[in-house]
């Protein structure tokens, strides 16, 4: 009997249509950014504090992700961004399919960069490219410093990491050092960002990064 492999086959087909994304992005000259993480990290609370931050320089877009509502969608249209609500049901990533048909109402035309704001889930969502130029992943830090070992998928894929709800360090029990160490020994190249959404604490460093990676983008997409 012939086996045939349906988990890499479906993969495959998602990196074909992710590469069809990313010509898409480079054409418009948008710098994409996929943020991905456990329910509840902080995923929609950075993007908020992000875009409070670089709005006035940036044309920015969202692309939001949920299982159900348009909670967090409605949040950043709270900002003035234009964002477009994908609700996948009972599925728990996006795929590249889901940004591509999302691409046929959501004209890119104008932006610098759009955000994806992935389902929350700190697995599945990493095993799906959809295109992007970066990828960052949320880690609330109330949740323990060991979880990057036993759940090192998605701390693996990712350029960035951002420790996110240090503010709550003291009564978490969370030691940050070995939470940066665990991350590391997953993946030695991260680049993280201890951060508050709720204090503030952090947030310069992260948009100062971030600021930097997209003019760089930029200049490249020019030349
Ligand atoms: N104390 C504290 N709370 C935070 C911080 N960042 C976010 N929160 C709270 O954490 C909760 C979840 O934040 P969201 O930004 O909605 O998280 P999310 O990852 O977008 O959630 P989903 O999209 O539902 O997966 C909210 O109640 C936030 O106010 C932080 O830095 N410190
Ligand atoms: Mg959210």
Same mark, same amino acid.
């Given at each position: 009997?012939?086996?045939?492999?349906?988990?890499?086959?479906?993969?495959?087909?998602?990196?074909?249509?992710?590469?069809?994304?990313?010509?898409?992005?480079?054409?418009?000259?948008?710098?994409?950014?996929?943020?991905?993480?456990?329910?509840?990290?902080?995923?929609?609370?950075?993007?908020?504090? #992000?875009?409070?931050?670089?709005?006035?320089?940036?044309?920015?877009?969202?692309?939001?992700?949920?299982?159900?509502?348009?909670?967090? *969608?409605?949040?950043?249209?709270?900002?003035?961004?234009?964002?477009?609500?994908?609700? #996948?049901?009972?599925?728990?990533?996006?795929?590249?399919?889901?940004?591509?048909?999302?691409?046929?109402?959501?004209?890119?035309?104008?932006?610098?960069?759009?955000?994806?704001?992935?389902?929350?889930?700190?697995?599945?969502?990493?095993?799906?490219?959809?295109?992007?130029?970066?990828?960052?992943?949320?880690? *609330?830090?109330?949740?323990?410093?060991?979880?990057?070992?036993?759940?090192?998928?998605?701390?693996?894929?990712?350029?960035?990491?951002?420790?996110?709800?240090?503010?709550?360090?003291?009564?978490?029990?969370?030691?940050?050092?070995?939470?940066?160490?665990?991350?590391?020994?997953?993946?030695? #190249?991260?680049?993280?960002?201890?951060?508050?959404?709720?204090?503030?604490?952090?947030?310069?460093?992260?948009?100062?990064?971030?600021?930097?990676?997209?003019?760089?983008?930029?200049?490249?997409?020019?030349?």
């Amino acid at each position: 009997m012939h086996k045939i492999d349906v988990g890499a086959k479906i993969l495959q087909a998602n990196e074909e249509i992710a590469q069809e994304n990313k010509e898409i992005f480079k054409k418009h000259g948008v710098f994409t950014v996929n943020i991905m993480s456990a329910p509840g990290a902080g995923k929609t609370s950075v993007l908020e504090e #992000t875009i409070k931050r670089l709005k006035d320089e940036f044309a920015i877009a969202v692309i939001e992700g949920d299982l159900q509502t348009s909670v967090d *969608s409605d949040r950043i249209k709270a900002l003035g961004i234009p964002a477009y609500q994908i609700t #996948t049901g009972n599925v728990c990533h996006l795929d590249a399919r889901m940004i591509h048909n999302a691409l046929h109402d959501f004209k890119l035309d104008g932006f610098d960069i759009l955000f994806i704001e992935n389902v929350g889930n700190l697995v599945c969502p990493a095993e799906f490219y959809l295109g992007e130029d970066l990828r960052a992943m949320v880690y *609330s830090v109330v949740e323990g410093a060991e979880k990057p070992k036993k759940y090192p998928l998605m701390f693996h894929e990712v350029e960035v990491v951002l420790l996110n709800k240090i503010d709550l360090l003291p009564y978490a029990g969370v030691e940050i050092d070995e939470l940066k160490r665990n991350v590391l020994e997953v993946n030695p #190249t991260a680049k993280i960002f201890p951060i508050s959404c709720r204090t503030g604490d952090g947030l310069d460093e992260w948009i100062n990064w971030f600021r930097n990676r997209v003019k760089r983008f930029k200049e490249n997409v020019k030349s």
